[in-house]
């Protein structure tokens, strides 16, 4: 096999430039896990940088031609090789509750469901590294007061400590996307615990920006909050006013509420 095609329905957009590939492989940290788990490594431009380095690489691809493309080029992914959609499959039939790291040149049609799996599998990510659309990767690590600012910056920044790290432009691809890329990079808190309930949070984060154009006052109506709390001056902002920390004490005093 000398390539694979890139499939339209798999948003592949294959990286042909080695020295953006090298650059994402050594943006990973490499403390604190033994493993790393590349997700749509395609071809494998990522992979051969990420063999490199002392560390056990592992790859999720649900593109059978990739698959056996992997097989016949890189003999070191022997046995590491996982023909699955990684938002389906449970990673602990591989890494059984051990720490990994998370990298790749996401899809960027599935990229925020990966994000979403990871925060699932916060326990086990001390470290997420990764190509996005530009945009989407701007937005997870905004900060507070900006339009862009949602509920991806939010749940994120809760666990993870989030840095935009550079700019790829669309000519590096091959067929080349129609936006700019981004790369960031995603390290865990030293306490990535939540001081409250975590499917409260989540809902309340979820349910303010549906309506990000009002108050919290008016976007939280549906949980039901007594008249009491409704009082309390932080039902004056707008979500995108909030920080993560914010939410989280929001989170509490709706907890102290009886909701």
Known sequence: MEKVTAKKHLGQHFLKDESVAKDIADTLNLE???????????????????????????????????????????????????????????????????????????PYNISTQIVFKTLEYRNQIPEFAGMFQKEVAERICEKKGTKAYGILSVLVQAFYDAEYLFTVDENVFNPPPKVKSGVLRLRRKEDFSLPC???????????????????????????????????????????????????????????????
Not at 200 to 210: D, G, H, R, S
Not at 224 to 236: A, C, G, K, M, Q
């Open 32 to 106: 604190g896990y033994e493993d790393v788990l590349e997700i749509g490594p395609g071809m494998g431009v990522l992979t051969k940088y990420l063999l490199e380095k002392p560390i056990n690489t592992f790859v999720i691809e649900i593109d059978t031609e990739s698959v056996e493309y992997l097989g016949v080029h890189y003999d070191k992914l022997k046995d590491r090789i996982i023909s699955k959609d990684f938002l389906k499959y449970d990673i602990n039939e591989v890494f059984a509750g051990k720490q990994f790291a998370i990298i790749g040149n996401f």
């Open 197 to 259: 309930g975590e499917k409260l949070f989540f809902t309340v984060v979820k349910t303010a920006f549906q309506q990000r154009r009002k108050t919290l006052r008016n976007s939280l109506k549906t949980l039901n909050l007594s008249e009491s709390l409704r009082e309390d001056t932080i039902f004056n902002l707008r979500p995108e006013q909030l920080d993560y920390k914010e939410f989280i004490a929001l989170t509490q005093k709706i907890e102290a509420d009886g909701v």
